[in-house]
T-cell receptor, first 115, second 115 residues
Framework: NAGVTQTPKFQVLKTGQSMTLQCAQDMNHEYMSWYRQDPGMGLRLIHYSVGAGITDQGEVPNGYNVSRSTTEDFPLRLLSAAPSQTSVYFC??????????????FGSGTQLSVL | AQSVAQPEDQVNVAEGNPLTVKCTYSVSGNPYLFWYVQYPNRGLQFLLKYITGDNLVKGSYGFEAEFNKSQTSFHLKKPSALVSDSALYFCAVQVFSGGYNKLIFGAGTRLAVHP
């Protein structure tokens, strides 16, 4: 059972380059989200989706774009990379049962460096 | 603003001693609260959650957490620490904003258990 799969695991970009971080889940979860993890700041929500075709902004959406065309996939696009986007990125999904709370399943992360 | 705070950057405890990792929250209404653990170079894993009911909730790996509404706290506890418990621990609160539910994380507390 693969769970949440993120690719790539590591990436180095130059300022101004664009790229897409991939996230796929095989648990048929409706809810998917992207977080970035920075030292001393914990995890901050970038974007999230409650189902195919539905996305919304989190705490730190600037410089990132998302779309959700299928239940399984939720890619994160960096439009023009900046050094401030150097971080570890986590994708997470949940069955989204509000009554039981959002129990998130996380991928293993993508470590991104922008030079 | 709805938020969660972890006042300690690091907690040090000797193996076999009880441990407490602190968390306080600020949300309107009845909170949904969570604890997650992150081992080195891994994504976050769910430990336990409080939705309603008994103020003491039990989770994975022998951890438990106590919900205290009057003190707006949700401290993580374990009666006897193991070296293998050394990791980064995150408290999170579920909030309803913009028409959807999302998890807001604290900055994290590093737990170091010494032999």
């Amino acid at each position: 059972n693969a769970g949440v799969t993120q690719t790539p695991k590591f990436q180095v970009l130059k300022t101004g380059q664009s790229m897409t971080l991939q996230c796929a889940q095989d648990m048929n979860h409706e809810y998917m989200s992207w977080y970035r993890q920075d030292p001393g700041m914990g995890l901050r929500l970038i974007h999230y989706s409650v189902g195919a075709g539905i996305t919304d902004q989190g705490e730190v959406p600037n410089g990132y774009n998302v779309s959700r065309s299928t239940t399984e996939d939720f890619p994160l696009r960096l439009l023009s990379a900046a050094p401030s986007q150097t971080s570890v990125y986590f994708c997470a999904s949940s069955y989204g049962e509000v009554a039981g709370g959002l129990k998130l399943f996380f991928g293993s992360g993508t470590q991104l460096s922008v030079l | 603003a709805q938020s969660v705070a972890q006042p300690e950057d690091q907690v040090n405890v000797a193996e076999g001693n009880p441990l407490t990792v602190k968390c306080t929250y600020s949300v309107s209404g009845n909170p949904y609260l969570f604890w997650y653990v992150q081992y080195p170079n891994r994504g976050l894993q769910f430990l336990l959650k409080y939705i309603t009911g008994d103020n003491l909730v039990k989770g994975s790996y022998g951890f438990e957490a106590e919900f205290n509404k009057s003190q707006t706290s949700f401290h993580l506890k374990k009666p006897s620490a193991l070296v293998s418990d050394s990791a980064l621990y995150f408290c999170a609160v579920q909030v309803f904003s913009g028409g959807y539910n999302k998890l807001i994380f604290g900055a994290g507390t590093r737990l170091a258990v010494h032999p």
